[in-house]
């Protein structure tokens, strides 16, 4: 059985928000990050999120302790091989 993907939907905000970031020098560990990671436990309704590179990185740190107790542990549902 083969279950097909949506196509993405990307409009010109988003590329330029994509863009913006590109041309800032900080792909990584930059205010857009920050910025995710307040969105992200507001949405969710805790006082902190921590966001990590790859679904990987998510199971270590969730199994090994490192976030703050009560956690919640997720993962994007449409990832890259």
Known sequence: MEIALSAPDIGEDEIAAVVKVL???RLSLGPKMEEFERATAAYVGVPHAAAVRSGTAEQHACGR????????????ALRGN
């Open 65 to 76: 302790g490192v976030t703050a107790q009560p956690r919640l542990c997720a993962a994007p």
């Open 23 to 25: 041309r800032s020098n």
